[in-house]
């Protein structure tokens, strides 16, 4: 502890900027890590209940659809049941389904699965911007320093190391710092990144299979 007090004494106003801005970062960083963490464990568990529920149903007509998830809110923000519920509520404000109709939900559902895809991104561009800009950030405080730390050396009239040395080192704080909120940064975009898509491949999935299933008994109700 004592021995970074005395380095960030030592740094100037530039690369105490630079380490502060980084820091800021860091802490909602680590905040949105966590955030994001626990959205996309309730989201994977609400949309595989969803999932499980749908695939062995059986409906005999259309509108047995409206009675799969009836013990739900109507409320919930799990994005397989706000798909759904989309659907159903623009399907079964029709007196009689047509086969046109389930066509026309796909299109809704096309324009809610892409508002839930947005949401379910959310904050992965400021991961994305941080693990980009906070090496920068950390090289340019280090050229910086490294800049003073020979404008210093001129003016002392030496080239030996151990003058040269300790401003060298206090440079190079930044690119550590920098390199310390990147690494997390990049390796969390990652990681939720595979999360997300396949988040995303179960909702384009969900959708297709709803439709297509309504498509068959609103053909077959309609030929009866």
């Not at 949105?32 to 595989?48: D, H, P, S, T």
């Not at 509520?89 to 559902?109: G, I, M, P, S």
């Not at 003016?155 to 997390?184: D, F, N, R």
């Not at 999360?195 to 030929?223: K, T």
Request: charged share 20%; proline share 3%; net charge neutral.
């Amino acid at each position: 502890m004592q021995a970074i007090l005395e380095i960030w004494s030592q740094m100037d106003w530039v690369g105490r900027g630079i380490c502060l801005l980084l820091i800021a970062m860091s802490i909602y960083m680590w905040g949105l890590i966590f955030a994001k963490y626990v959205y996309l464990n309730a989201i994977e568990r609400g949309n595989q209940r969803i999932a499980e529920r749908l695939r062995p149903f059986q409906a005999q007509f259309a509108r047995d659809f409206l009675q799969l998830f009836r013990d739900f809110p109507v409320d919930s923000s799990i994005p397989l049941y706000v798909l759904y519920r989309a659907c159903c509520d623009h399907l079964f404000a029709y007196d009689r389904l047509r086969v046109e109709d389930v066509q026309a939900a796909e299109k809704l559902l096309d324009a809610r699965l892409a508002d839930q895809v947005d949401q379910i991104e959310e904050g992965m561009s400021y991961l994305a911007l941080t693990s980009t800009l906070a090496p920068f950030l950390g090289l340019l405080g280090t050229v910086w320093g490294i800049l003073i730390a020979f404008r210093q050396m001129a003016k002392a009239g030496s080239a030996m190391v151990t003058a040269v040395a300790p401003g060298v080192a206090i440079a190079l704080v930044t690119t550590v710092v920098g390199l310390c909120v990147a690494i997390p940064a990049i390796t969390a975009f990652y990681y939720f990144r595979a999360r997300v898509n396949r988040q995303i491949v179960i909702m384009e999935s969900f959708c297709r299979e709803l439709i297509a299933r309504l498509e068959r008994i609103v053909s077959e109700e309609s030929r009866s």
